[in-house]
């Protein structure tokens, strides 16, 4: 099945008369101003450019356009962080530079030997499983091999839907993400909003992502790839594309626990 270019049936700029959107007050934000004089309509765009967002694991070849991660990474530089450190740093890869990393990659994963011999510098994971979140963890690994025919059993096929990560899932874009090592954990939890922020506005331009802590392990390999400096640690990496509709592991949708268990509202 062939797939059109997303940008094909790319809107067209609406004139003023067309443009449901009114202008903004002063020190307002015109995107966020009122569409069709209904201020609920911006939250219905914010609401659903998060509640869309999943981690896709298949992407047509469809290239994204350099200007368009750079528009992506500079609105979410407005995430939040203590004292305005702004510890992200981001790597962009595609073409040539991608292949070369992911090559690199696959080469150290598929070999046993190379494989043993690397480890994330970061624990992401506890130690220990406990409940809820072992339970959880289960349910969305065997929800995704479900849907792939994946038996319990099949540790070829396991090996193999694992190492799809160090190909960024066949995404045009691969990004990998670093932090400077004296930073604290502060910084890591600014880290994650700033992530967080680019993974929405992404969805808010058609794209999908997936974060992919899996690279922290190979991170020794990625230094030498980028040429990152010995003060910079890999925090993780994360795809970026379009979602190819036809592939059966896009279908996966988590779940999330029902808010009276984690909300707690006190008067």
């Known amino acids: 099945m062939k797939h059109s270019h997303p940008s094909a049936h790319a809107a067209q700029p609406l004139s003023e008369e067309q443009n449901p959107v009114e202008a903004a007050s002063p020190g307002e934000s015109p995107h966020l101003a009122a569409v069709n004089g ?20 298949a992407y047509l070849p469809t290239p994204v356009p350099q200007d368009t991660v750079a528009e992506i990474l500079s609105v979410a530089s407005r995430a939040p962080s203590g004292s305005n450190i702004q510890p992200w ?15 690199r990659l696959l080469d150290a994963f598929n070999d046993p030997a190379q494989r043993l011999m690397h ?14 979140y072992q339970a959880r963890r289960r349910k969305v690994g065997w929800d995704l091999y479900g849907l ?53 506005a992404a969805r808010a ?18 230094a030498e790839q ?32 029902p808010l009276q268990e984690w909300a707690h509202f006190l008067n």
Request: charged share 25%; aromatic share 10%; proline share 5%.
């Open 38 to 57: 209904n201020p609920d309509l911006r939250v219905e765009y914010v609401d659903e450019a998060i509640r869309s967002r999943r981690s896709i694991r």
């Open 119 to 132: 480890q994330e510098e970061y624990a992401y994971y506890p130690r220990e499983w406990t409940e809820p």
């Open 89 to 103: 740093q981001t790597y962009v890869l595609t073409g040539d530079a991608l292949h070369r990393l992911t090559s």
């Open 226 to 257: 980028l040429h990152l400096p010995e003060a910079r640690m890999v925090v993780c990496g994360m795809a970026l594309g379009y979602a190819d509709p036809d592939a059966v592991e896009n279908r996966l949708v988590t779940e999330r626990a």
């Open 205 to 222: 331009r058609g794209l999908d992502t997936c974060p992919q802590a899996a690279f922290a392990t190979f991170h020794r390999i990625i």
């Open 148 to 200: 792939l025919g994946i038996g319990r059993a099949d540790k070829d096929r396991m090996h193999g839907q694992h190492a799809r990560n160090f190909r960024f899932f066949d995404a045009p874009v691969g990004m990998i993400f670093t932090i400077d090592r004296h930073l604290e954990l502060g910084s890591w939890l600014d880290y994650g909003m700033f992530l967080q922020s680019v993974m929405v």
